[in-house]
């Protein structure tokens, strides 16, 4: 299931063939079709009609999806069709075929770099994926008795992760979870981001109550910022626990905007009280007020970062994400995967493009109906 999750998103996120990946399968085709056509067409004209002259763009085109041996294949099959004065292709003097030959040696010598660089580029990339899907996993289905699905769009293109953040985990005394932003966006917050991860997937073994781990998150920050220069680290987040003892969700928000919870047709933005980010000493502020939530069979919740709240259409209104929710949300099944990826096609035709990170977290409880 990782592996699948996996794939999709390398393919999603993988760069286009002038950015740096292999070259399309198509991009083969033109170097031998080009030189069959001008053969046959060469040979059955008259001799007044020349087309020889464009069997010199054979070797560079070769150049663009071959290697360097079968450009120089191409480069000595069109030298020497153009030297053989018995085949009737033209009547390039020598000077012509000198030239033709001089550029399939130049082809000849891109396609070596080509190829060396396009090795190294997927080098590159595979060890840039790796480590991104370190920090940043697929979401399983399925965590305890919760269903869950996850979407995130980096910023900075050719990037998995960015600023955003989220993770579900198995708790001691439930399932919980985490949505966070923090600050700045791109490559320049993943290492913020792998330490608050890291310091949730640790608090959640040990933590019994979401405080708990809010205070261990701000902790990691707040040493962080400390040992860097002229550091001010901060992120604003929501904490999540699906309790495994009664029907019911508690929040905890550290400056993050509420989830939305969606019950039958209905879309209802959580009151819950926006406590101070992480990274400020939260324990020295007021704490963050925890609220507890009554779930019933068939409540779907979502939780966004503000690159989806923020975003603007072309006349600078802000996405309606409660409003669009509601009509969404009708036409969809019980499938957190689903919401998630219509969520965010409906984000995209209402701005436009979306300049900021966007991370989309779907949960749907698996409850006992009611009696």
């Known amino acids: 299931m990782f592996r699948v999750a996996a794939a999709s998103r390398r393919d999603r996120e993988e760069p286009g063939w002038l950015r740096g990946a292999p070259p399309p399968h198509w991009v083969r085709w033109p170097p031998p079709v080009l030189l069959v056509v001008i053969c046959v067409i060469q040979l059955s004209t008259p001799e007044t009609v020349d087309l020889s002259f464009l069997l010199a763009a054979v070797p560079p085109l070769a150049a663009l999806a071959y290697a360097a041996s079968a450009t ?169 626990e699906f309790r495994s003892d009664a029907p019911e969700l508690r929040i905890l928000s550290c400056g993050h905007p509420p989830p939305l919870l969606l019950r039958g047709g209905s879309v209802e933005e959580l009151d819950v009280a926006p406590g101070a980010p992480l990274g400020l000493g939260i324990a020295g502020l007021t704490a963050p007020e925890e609220v507890t939530v009554g779930l019933k069979p068939g409540d779907r919740l979502l939780a966004v970062t503000d690159g989806v709240t923020e975003a603007r259409d072309g006349a600078g209104a802000f996405y309606p994400l409660a409003e669009r929710l509601s009509v969404l949300c009708t036409d969809l099944r019980d499938d957190p995967a689903a919401l998630t990826s219509a969520v965010w096609r409906d984000l995209v035709r209402f701005s436009g493009g979306v300049g900021d990170d966007v991370a989309l977290l779907a949960f749907s409880p698996d409850l006992e109906p009611e009696l």
Do not use: I, N
């Open 72 to 240: 120089a294949l191409f480069g000595a099959t069109v030298v020497l069709l153009l030297y053989l004065p018995g085949f009737g292709l033209g009547r390039p003097g020598e000077s012509d075929v000198l030239t033709v030959a001089f550029v399939a040696v130049l082809s000849v010598m891109f396609a070596w770099v080509r190829s060396r660089r396009d090795t190294q580029l997927v080098t590159v990339r595979t060890v840039a994926e790796a480590a991104q899907f370190a920090v940043l996993p697929p979401l399983p289905e399925r965590v305890g008795p919760v269903r869950c699905a996850g979407l995130y769009r980096a910023a900075q293109g050719g990037t998995l992760v960015g600023g955003d953040l989220f993770d579900v985990r198995k708790g001691p005394s439930g399932v919980m979870a985490l949505v966070g932003d923090v600050q700045g966006h791109g490559l320049a917050a993943v290492g913020t981001v792998a330490a608050l991860l890291g310091a949730f997937r640790e608090a959640v073994l040990d933590q019994p109550d979401l405080e708990g781990v809010a205070a261990r998150l701000d902790r990691r920050l707040a040493v962080d910022s400390e040992e860097a220069d002229h550091a001010e680290l901060f992120a604003t987040a929501v904490l999540l």
